[in-house]
């Protein structure tokens, strides 16, 4: 199946026709070999079929979930996503409202496992079923250092919205809350950016030189 609704750019981006004969593997995509393929991926991943890709990212998944508070139609939720597939988590949970701006996830959402809970209680159930501890990040009084701490490998990091943070039930599901060094005038980082560099210093601590690509 074909990916027609990742958007491509000018048609100097990504490949043009493969070249006849077309190689012998299950995982391409005929209208791709056809055509080219515009998609923003990875070089590995050109002519592949979408449900061949993420069969191969599946194999390759980091056992730390991502989960982000939709309270206000938070328009980060995006970015949030996007994020968490170039990090690679092994899925992201939205909780609360079911409909969120999927423009600014770039269409990554299609590669990535994406989940809803209702509301918090019903993450933090998820959640402690499959003992991972629930990792809160936000400049909260008693929050310990992000640049500091050591992030549990199997977890869930939980982002609120801008503004407000992270709701009160969801402060009280948290078995661990992280504030993110800042040194201007702004007291806060949307979710979207936060969520990036949250999910890159879980890489820095357990990941970096297993699949590491510049």
Do not use: K
């Not at 269409?107 to 629930?134: C, F, K, M, N, S």
């Not at 050591?150 to 948290?174: H, I, K, M, T």
């Amino acid at each position: 199946m074909s990916d027609p609704g990742d958007p491509g750019g000018p048609d100097d981006v990504g490949v043009g026709p493969h070249p006849e004969p077309w190689p012998d593997d299950p995982r391409l995509d005929p209208e791709l070999l056809a055509a080219g393929d515009r998609r923003n991926v990875v070089d590995r991943y050109r002519y592949w079929r979408l449900e061949a890709i993420v069969a191969d990212l599946d194999q390759r998944r980091h056992p730390f979930h991502v989960a982000v508070e939709n309270l206000q139609h938070d328009l980060n939720i995006g970015t949030v996503v996007r994020n968490a597939n170039a990090f690679l988590a092994e899925a992201v949970h939205i909780v609360g409202r079911r409909r969120w701006n999927r423009r600014g996830a770039m269409v990554t959402d299609r590669y990535q496992h994406v989940q809803h809970h209702p509301d918090v209680d019903a993450l933090g159930e998820w959640a402690a079923g499959r003992d991972l501890p629930v990792v809160g990040i936000d400049n909260l009084p008693g929050s310990v250092p992000l640049e500091q701490v050591a992030l549990p490998r199997r977890c869930v990091l939980l982002f609120g919205q801008e503004g407000p943070g992270l709701s009160d039930a969801a402060r009280e599901r948290l078995d661990l809350v992280c504030s993110i060094a800042m040194f201007g005038s702004t007291r806060s980082i949307n979710a979207g950016v936060a969520s990036g560099i949250a999910m890159h210093a879980w890489i820095r601590q357990h990941a970096l030189g297993e699949d590491a690509r510049p």
